[in-house]
């Protein structure tokens, strides 16, 4: 083995010195956030800066105050239903997108794809997408924060490279042995693309679980408000004092920090458990789908 340079062992420290801080600017908001919805709401209220650790006492009770309140709870839900339907959806379009332009003899190929690239660039607005969404009749119901973003480019652009890479003679042989394309969809393609099919369905979900400027435009009822949504207007202060005394009865004042970083947390902590479990996928498939058929 060929021993490093002096310059590659310079390189090496401040590349892991500027990785490490890095780390520390991402992982030190929620560190923050975290020990906060632990701590002594009495103290909570009165610190200001960052929470290194725990004020006073550990205790749950702004996660319990969260549990206990039904806008939460519903809203909750909500979200876990735009994420489940919302990804289903997105990831069937886009494979059947990604694999129709994957098709190196299909007509009109290459104007097809310069059409998915123009959208990635130009699109009609917010107002134009507000009306059509009012005219299909969708406004105030949950398919308009399903269906606009159910196909985008992006994601068909990262599927197609990927579909692409697959040696074209496995599909010709499919084909003398008489599959159609929906079979050779099913059992050849998309079994050995698991890893771009990870790193779509986390994209997709990672989106939906945290959306909310869709919904605050489309959604007038509350029972239909994702989590974010709420959790937005917790962090605005603008319904703090309906969610606490509902839950508690006390001094709001007391209680708004504790509350706010208890839904914080109850937001992201099921994105932090699933997100190492597709990571190993995640730079496979984005490397897969980044290079160029």
Known sequence: MNKRTKGEKVFSVFNTLFLFILCIIFILPVWHVAMGSISDPLLVAAHSGLFLKPLGEITLGGYELVMENRNILVSYGNTMFYVVVSTFIGLVLNILAAYVMSRRNLMFGKLFSKFVVFTMIFNGGLVPTFIVINKL???????????PGALTAFNIIIMRTSFMEIPKEMIEAARIDGADDFRILWRIVLPVSKSIIAVIVLFYAVQHWNEWFNASIYLQDRNLWPLQLVLREIVLQSTENSIVADA??????????????????????????????VQKYFVSGVMIGAVKG
């Open 137 to 147: 009749g969708l406004f105030n119901s949950r398919w308009a924060v399903i269906l």
């Open 248 to 277: 508690s009865g006390e001094d709001v004042n007391i209680y708004r920090p504790l509350i706010k970083y208890a839904t914080i947390m109850v937001s992201v902590i099921p994105m932090m458990i699933i997100y190492p479990f």
